[in-house]
């Protein structure tokens, strides 16, 4: 199975020996990292670029999705660091969310800009895929993880403000920069889409301060975890043709 994972940070551990490919689309060109994993291939990009440093609001969400469709690819797995806006989610837990709230302001949010089409968005998240990564989640030791979760997409660079996350959190449980359009995007190309996010810090006026050592510290301790969930899932995967939640 040909599967695209989109992260903001390298999972060298998956991509050693990857073969770089550089994918054409109309709206830009994308590097790839290409590997065969198991039965599966693999095509990961980084959202903020082969330098890592597009900031959230600049990233070319519609060349990215673009791309991994050009590779024909079926499912995409995008790992997402966020902050939590409720207590019992906290730094270091893994959430698999379920549904998410856009609030972004200036970003290409569709490939349909001439067209009048509407896609649906009742189950965000594929249903399998989700399962499946619970699944692969709940075989690893040591992590906590929250089998659903509301996602709130904030246009950023800038961090919330206190009184924003006080807002959001009566409708939402983690907030990022980076799920939207990113996932819209996959439903518009008929790509299944699930997320895993990992919680690298409590949002404003929930913790002392935020520094962005804190999110990345975070991440790249849970890094050996999510690994494994990778793995698991991967190994799942292959025997399983799954997904019925997109007309293909
Ligand atoms: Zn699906």
Redesign the pocket.
């Known amino acids: 199975m040909k599967i695209g994972i989109i992260c903001g940070y390298e999972i060298n551990e998956l991509t050693n020996n990857s073969e770089k490919i550089i994918v054409e689309t109309i709206y830009g060109n994308v590097p790839i990292k290409f590997v065969k994993y198991k039965k599966n291939e693999i095509y990961f990009i980084n959202r903020h670029g082969e330098n890592k440093n597009i900031p959230p609001h600049k990233i070319n969400y519609r060349a990215n999705i673009q791309a991994l469709k050009s590779c024909k690819i079926d499912n995409i797995i995008s790992i997402l660091t966020v902050g939590s806006m409720k207590k019992k989610i906290k730094a270091g837990d893994f959430v698999i969310p379920d549904d998410f709230i856009d609030f972004t302001k200036s970003r290409c949010l569709s490939y349909f800009d001439e067209d009048r089409i509407h896609i649906d968005m009742n189950n965000p998240f594929?249903?399998?895929?989700r399962k499946l990564l619970i699944e692969s989640c709940e075989k690893i030791e040591k992590i906590n993880i929250h089998t659903k979760g509301i996602y709130i997409t904030t246009e950023g660079p800038r961090l919330e403000t206190a009184s924003e996350i006080k807002c959001f959190s009566n409708y939402s449980d983690i907030v990022g920069m980076t799920l939207v359009p990113e996932i819209s995007l996959a439903r518009e190309k008929g790509i299944?889409y699930v997320s895993i996010c990992i919680v690298c810090n409590m949002a404003a006026g929930l913790q002392k301060e935020l520094s962005i050592d804190e999110i990345s510290n975070t991440f790249i301790e849970r890094k050996p975890q999510l690994f494994n969930v990778i793995q698991n899932f991967l190994q799942n995967i292959e025997n399983k043709n799954?997904?019925?939640?997109?007309n293909k």
Request: glycine share 0%; aromatic share 0%; charged share 10%.
């Open positions: 594929c249903p399998s895929l299944c799954i997904c019925k939640c997109i």
